[in-house]
């Protein structure tokens, strides 16, 4: 008796293990605790860079298409000019769920995963078209599903911080060599500080928060970032010298903590996602105006060059070299985002 009695708890315990199973297995775990999806709330997202960024016009587009298009269930604090920290802490931030969205460039986000790393190498592309193609179309949908897997991150657009230049306070730079001894600042990033390395400056991480006093202060005596963050964020007035060298580009892909996605109903997440893709074309169109006007307003405030580009590409051959070898990006995957500049 106390055996039957013993079988029929066993047998009620795998029942009751398989129906939670089930319910893991048909989606279940994309609700609420409650069995609800969530329906209403603000969201705080935030980026480092000052309100007149770029960024601050993509995430204020995507802001205000989510209010309308929700009749005001969901509404978005932002949050900018890095006052939650860095690029790497507020991916943290966002990762743990103490921060709902996030705009972060690709270079700091090798900290969480290897997904970007393609993107994040020197003169990987030719121009914004070759960079649209690449990321708005099939590679760039399934990095978005790595960073997902391996970062617990819902990517919904990309962004962009735009083509990177370089400036200095020491000299003028138009070849490698220009930099041989610079204490340079660059991302917290792998391949950007071996790429640094390789053209012979000594390269120190830093995030873009501290940059400004960092060179103020002489900590570092260059550094390299696309034109409307050297211009908003002031850096012509602690440098001498800006070279044009489109060295890297930077995506910066709007991210959402996953389980904050998954608790959206499909419905919602349809309306967040085609917020982001119109938000994503508004802030990129907002970068190429800035970029057309900064130059001209940088003109006499700092020694303005434009380095030939072939020495340049010479150089970083050993910097794909290093990785390909190292296993940390994939020659095949390179030759098929170069593929797409045709």
């Given amino acids: 008796m106390k055996n039957r009695k013993s079988l029929k708890i066993l047998g009620l ?27 209403s709330g603000t969201l705080r997202a935030g980026h480092v860079f000052d309100p007149s960024h770029p960024f601050q016009d993509g995430i204020e587009a995507f802001r205000d298409k989510i209010y309308e298009r ?24 966002t990762q743990a ?33 070759h960079v649209f193609r690449v990321l708005d179309g ?41 930099l041989n001894g610079i204490i340079f600042r660059t991302m917290e990033n792998p391949i950007h500080l071996k790429t640094f390395e390789t053209f012979g400056a000594t390269p120190i991480p830093m995030a873009f928060t501290e940059l400004f006093i960092g060179l103020q202060q002489g900590v570092a005596e260059a550094q390299e970032n696309p034109l409307p963050a050297i211009y908003t964020a002031r850096l012509y007035e602690v440098q001498d010298h800006l070279a044009i060298t489109n060295h890297f580009y930077g995506p910066a892909p709007l991210m959402m903590n996953l389980s904050l996605w998954n608790s959206l109903s499909p419905a919602d997440q349809a309306i967040f996602q085609q917020a982001a893709i ?7 169109q907002a970068v ?50 170069r593929q797409e500049a045709n």
């Fill in 13 to 39: 315990l795998v029942v009751s293990l398989f129906a939670v199973a089930l319910v893991i297995g048909c989606g279940g775990g994309d609700q609420r605790g409650d069995g609800e999806y969530r329906e």
């Fill in 97 to 129: 769920g103490d921060l709902d969205l996030v705009i972060a460039t690709t270079a700091p986000i090798g900290n969480f995963t290897q997904v970007f790393m393609e993107l994040d190498l020197p003169f990987m592309f030719e121009n914004h078209e």
């Fill in 278 to 284: 119109e938000a994503r074309d508004i802030q990129r």
């Fill in 70 to 93: 929700t009749d005001g269930r969901f509404r978005i604090d932002i949050h900018p000019g890095g006052v939650l920290g860095g690029e790497v802490a507020m991916v943290e931030l």
């Fill in 288 to 337: 190429v105006d800035m970029e057309g006007w900064i130059i001209d307003e940088l003109e006499g405030q700092i020694q303005i060059t434009r380095p030939n580009p072939g020495p340049w590409r010479d150089a970083v051959i050993p910097v794909y070299e290093y990785f390909i070898n190292l296993g940390w990006v994939d020659a095949d995957l390179i030759e098929r985002i």
């Fill in 138 to 178: 099939e590679i760039g949908q399934t990095m978005f599903e790595e960073l997902e897997r391996t970062a617990r991150l819902k990517g919904l657009a990309y962004f962009e911080n735009g083509f990177r230049h370089m400036t200095s306070s020491v000299r003028p730079i138009n070849t490698p060599a220009d």
